[in-house]
């Protein structure tokens, strides 16, 4: 991969990464001051049901800052763009989709067709 598409790459990947940290902390910060009384059951529901989706939208989000981390290390160490199962190099089409990606549309395509087999 040349040069200028790796920096495209490691950029937009660090401008992805700094925004989801930027916002784990602004749910950090809200939670921990959110100190809310409700004498009604159903704001109460409606509270605990609001805090329990924004908790898992930032585990998520926490699997994907791994993922930007892992990618941005295949980015130092050479190995960015190249399937981790065959070994082929990764589409520029597929990359731009979807950045930290580690397979090649094909062997993920065989990969979710063994899982769907499976029933995972």
Known sequence: ???????YFRRTLTEQLEELLSQAGV?????SNTK???PDPTDRAT??????????IRDRESKLIKKIKKALDRIENGSFG???ECGDDITMKRL????????CI???TK???????LGI
């Open 1 to 7: 991969m040349e040069k200028d598409q790796l920096d």
């Open 27 to 31: 749910t950090v910060t809200g939670m």
């Open 36 to 38: 809310e009384s409700f």
């Open 47 to 56: 509270a605990e049901t609001d805090r329990n989706f924004m908790l898992r």
């Open 82 to 84: 190249v399937c981790e």
């Open 96 to 103: 731009k989709a979807r950045p930290v990606t580690t397979q």
């Open 106 to 108: 094909e062997c993920k």
């Open 111 to 117: 990969q979710e067709a063994a899982e769907k087999a």
